[in-house]
């Protein structure tokens, strides 16, 4: 591992170039040239697909996509390569646990317990097989401190309660539950526990054996990798209790018109051609991430999201919705729409997000129609700061004249 240089780690990211002042990368992050040259070169360079052809080529391509595993699993402490399952991102990870896991269990008045902050990826999968079986979402509320309010989860849970769904970090407040005493409250009531990542795996990659996590999945294309590409761990037992959601090729190991006996795990759920460019550049990021000290990366993009806080505090009605020291500034300012502000951020180059953040009860919550948010990244500078409090600043003098 090297030591964090801000200015070395800015170089690494082309788009910078172009980008004006990049505070989304919530969104999506950039791209390192390190993920861009090696996806590249597999398109340019690589001939073949994976499990599937014979020839040299492909199974070189196979052996890349496999051991890439092992990098997911080393992420984030997994026992076994096998219990990492590639998926197109957070989103259809959550889904298939919904599809695979949770429904063939749940019967009508089972309960599955949501937090209040989740994105609708860890929301709507779960009220989709609420739908299909006669069980139901139950509300995990937050606390004055906009986390999920700990002190209410012991009486949420009961004999009911088949699954946990709760996010390691919010897309809207950055904030971070104790996951460790969560999973615990949810183990004793015998419910398991779906952790979305999608948010916290660049800011802390999690230890699953150490937090005891059942389920965790996160994208890709947060964590500095393409786009479309994603991962499930599941526990091994947990997993190979699921039978495949999606069918088709290489998912099976025989098949005839009476049916069909699926792969061991993962390749049961990996059904057809998958995205071998994404795994590829994926494990691109992960080996580029490995160089680097990301604690105090976190440190310092956390530092530039306090800076932007406190120099914002001098804007009449400026509200902060910033959970502890996180990176994501999602802020307010009474009087004036989120929508408008952010339209004049663009014509200024400033790229921020404006609405309701895939997160509407959280907005509810919240008791705002929407925010807006600055996410700062490690390659984010001061300068960065400086040009989104003179972009507010004129914004807000533009709508208040
Ligand atoms: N959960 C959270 C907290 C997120 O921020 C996101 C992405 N905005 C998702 C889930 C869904 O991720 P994806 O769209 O990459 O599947």
Partial sequence: MTLFNPAYFRQQFPALADAGVYLDSAATALKPQAVIDATQHYYSLSAGTVHRSQHAAARKLTERYESARAQVARLINAPDARSIIWTRGTTEAINLVAQSALLPLLRPGDEILVSEAEHHANLVPWLMVAQQSGARVVKWPLGADRLPDMAQLPALLNEKTRLLALGQMSNVTGGQPDLAQAIRLAHAAGAKVMVDGAQGVVHCPPDVQALDIDFYAFSGHKLYGPMGIGALYGKAELLAAMSPWQGGGKMLSQV??????????????????????????????????????????????????????????????????????????????????????????????????????????????????????????????????????????????????
């Fill in 256 to 401: 005839d018109f009476s049916g069909f006996t699926p792969q061991p795990v993962p390749w049961r759920f990996e059904a057809g051609t998958p995205n071998v460019a994404g795994v590829i550049g994926l494990s691109a990021a992960l080996e580029w991430l490995e160089q680097i000290d990301m604690q105090a990366a976190e440190r310092w993009s956390s530092d530039l999201a306090g800076l932007a806080e406190e120099q914002l505090q001098q804007i009449p009605g400026f509200r902060s919705f910033r959970c502890g020291a996180s990176s994501l500034l999602s802020f307010d300012i009474a009087g004036l729409h989120h929508s408008d502000i952010v339209t004049l951020l663009a014509e200024s180059g400033v790229a921020v997000r404006a609405g309701q953040h895939c997160a509407q009860p959280l907005m509810a919550a919240l008791g705002v129609s929407g925010t807006l948010r600055a996410s700062f990244a490690p390659y984010n500078t001061r300068q960065d700061v400086n040009a989104l409090v003179r972009a507010i600043q004129h914004a807000f003098t533009l709508l208040t004249e």
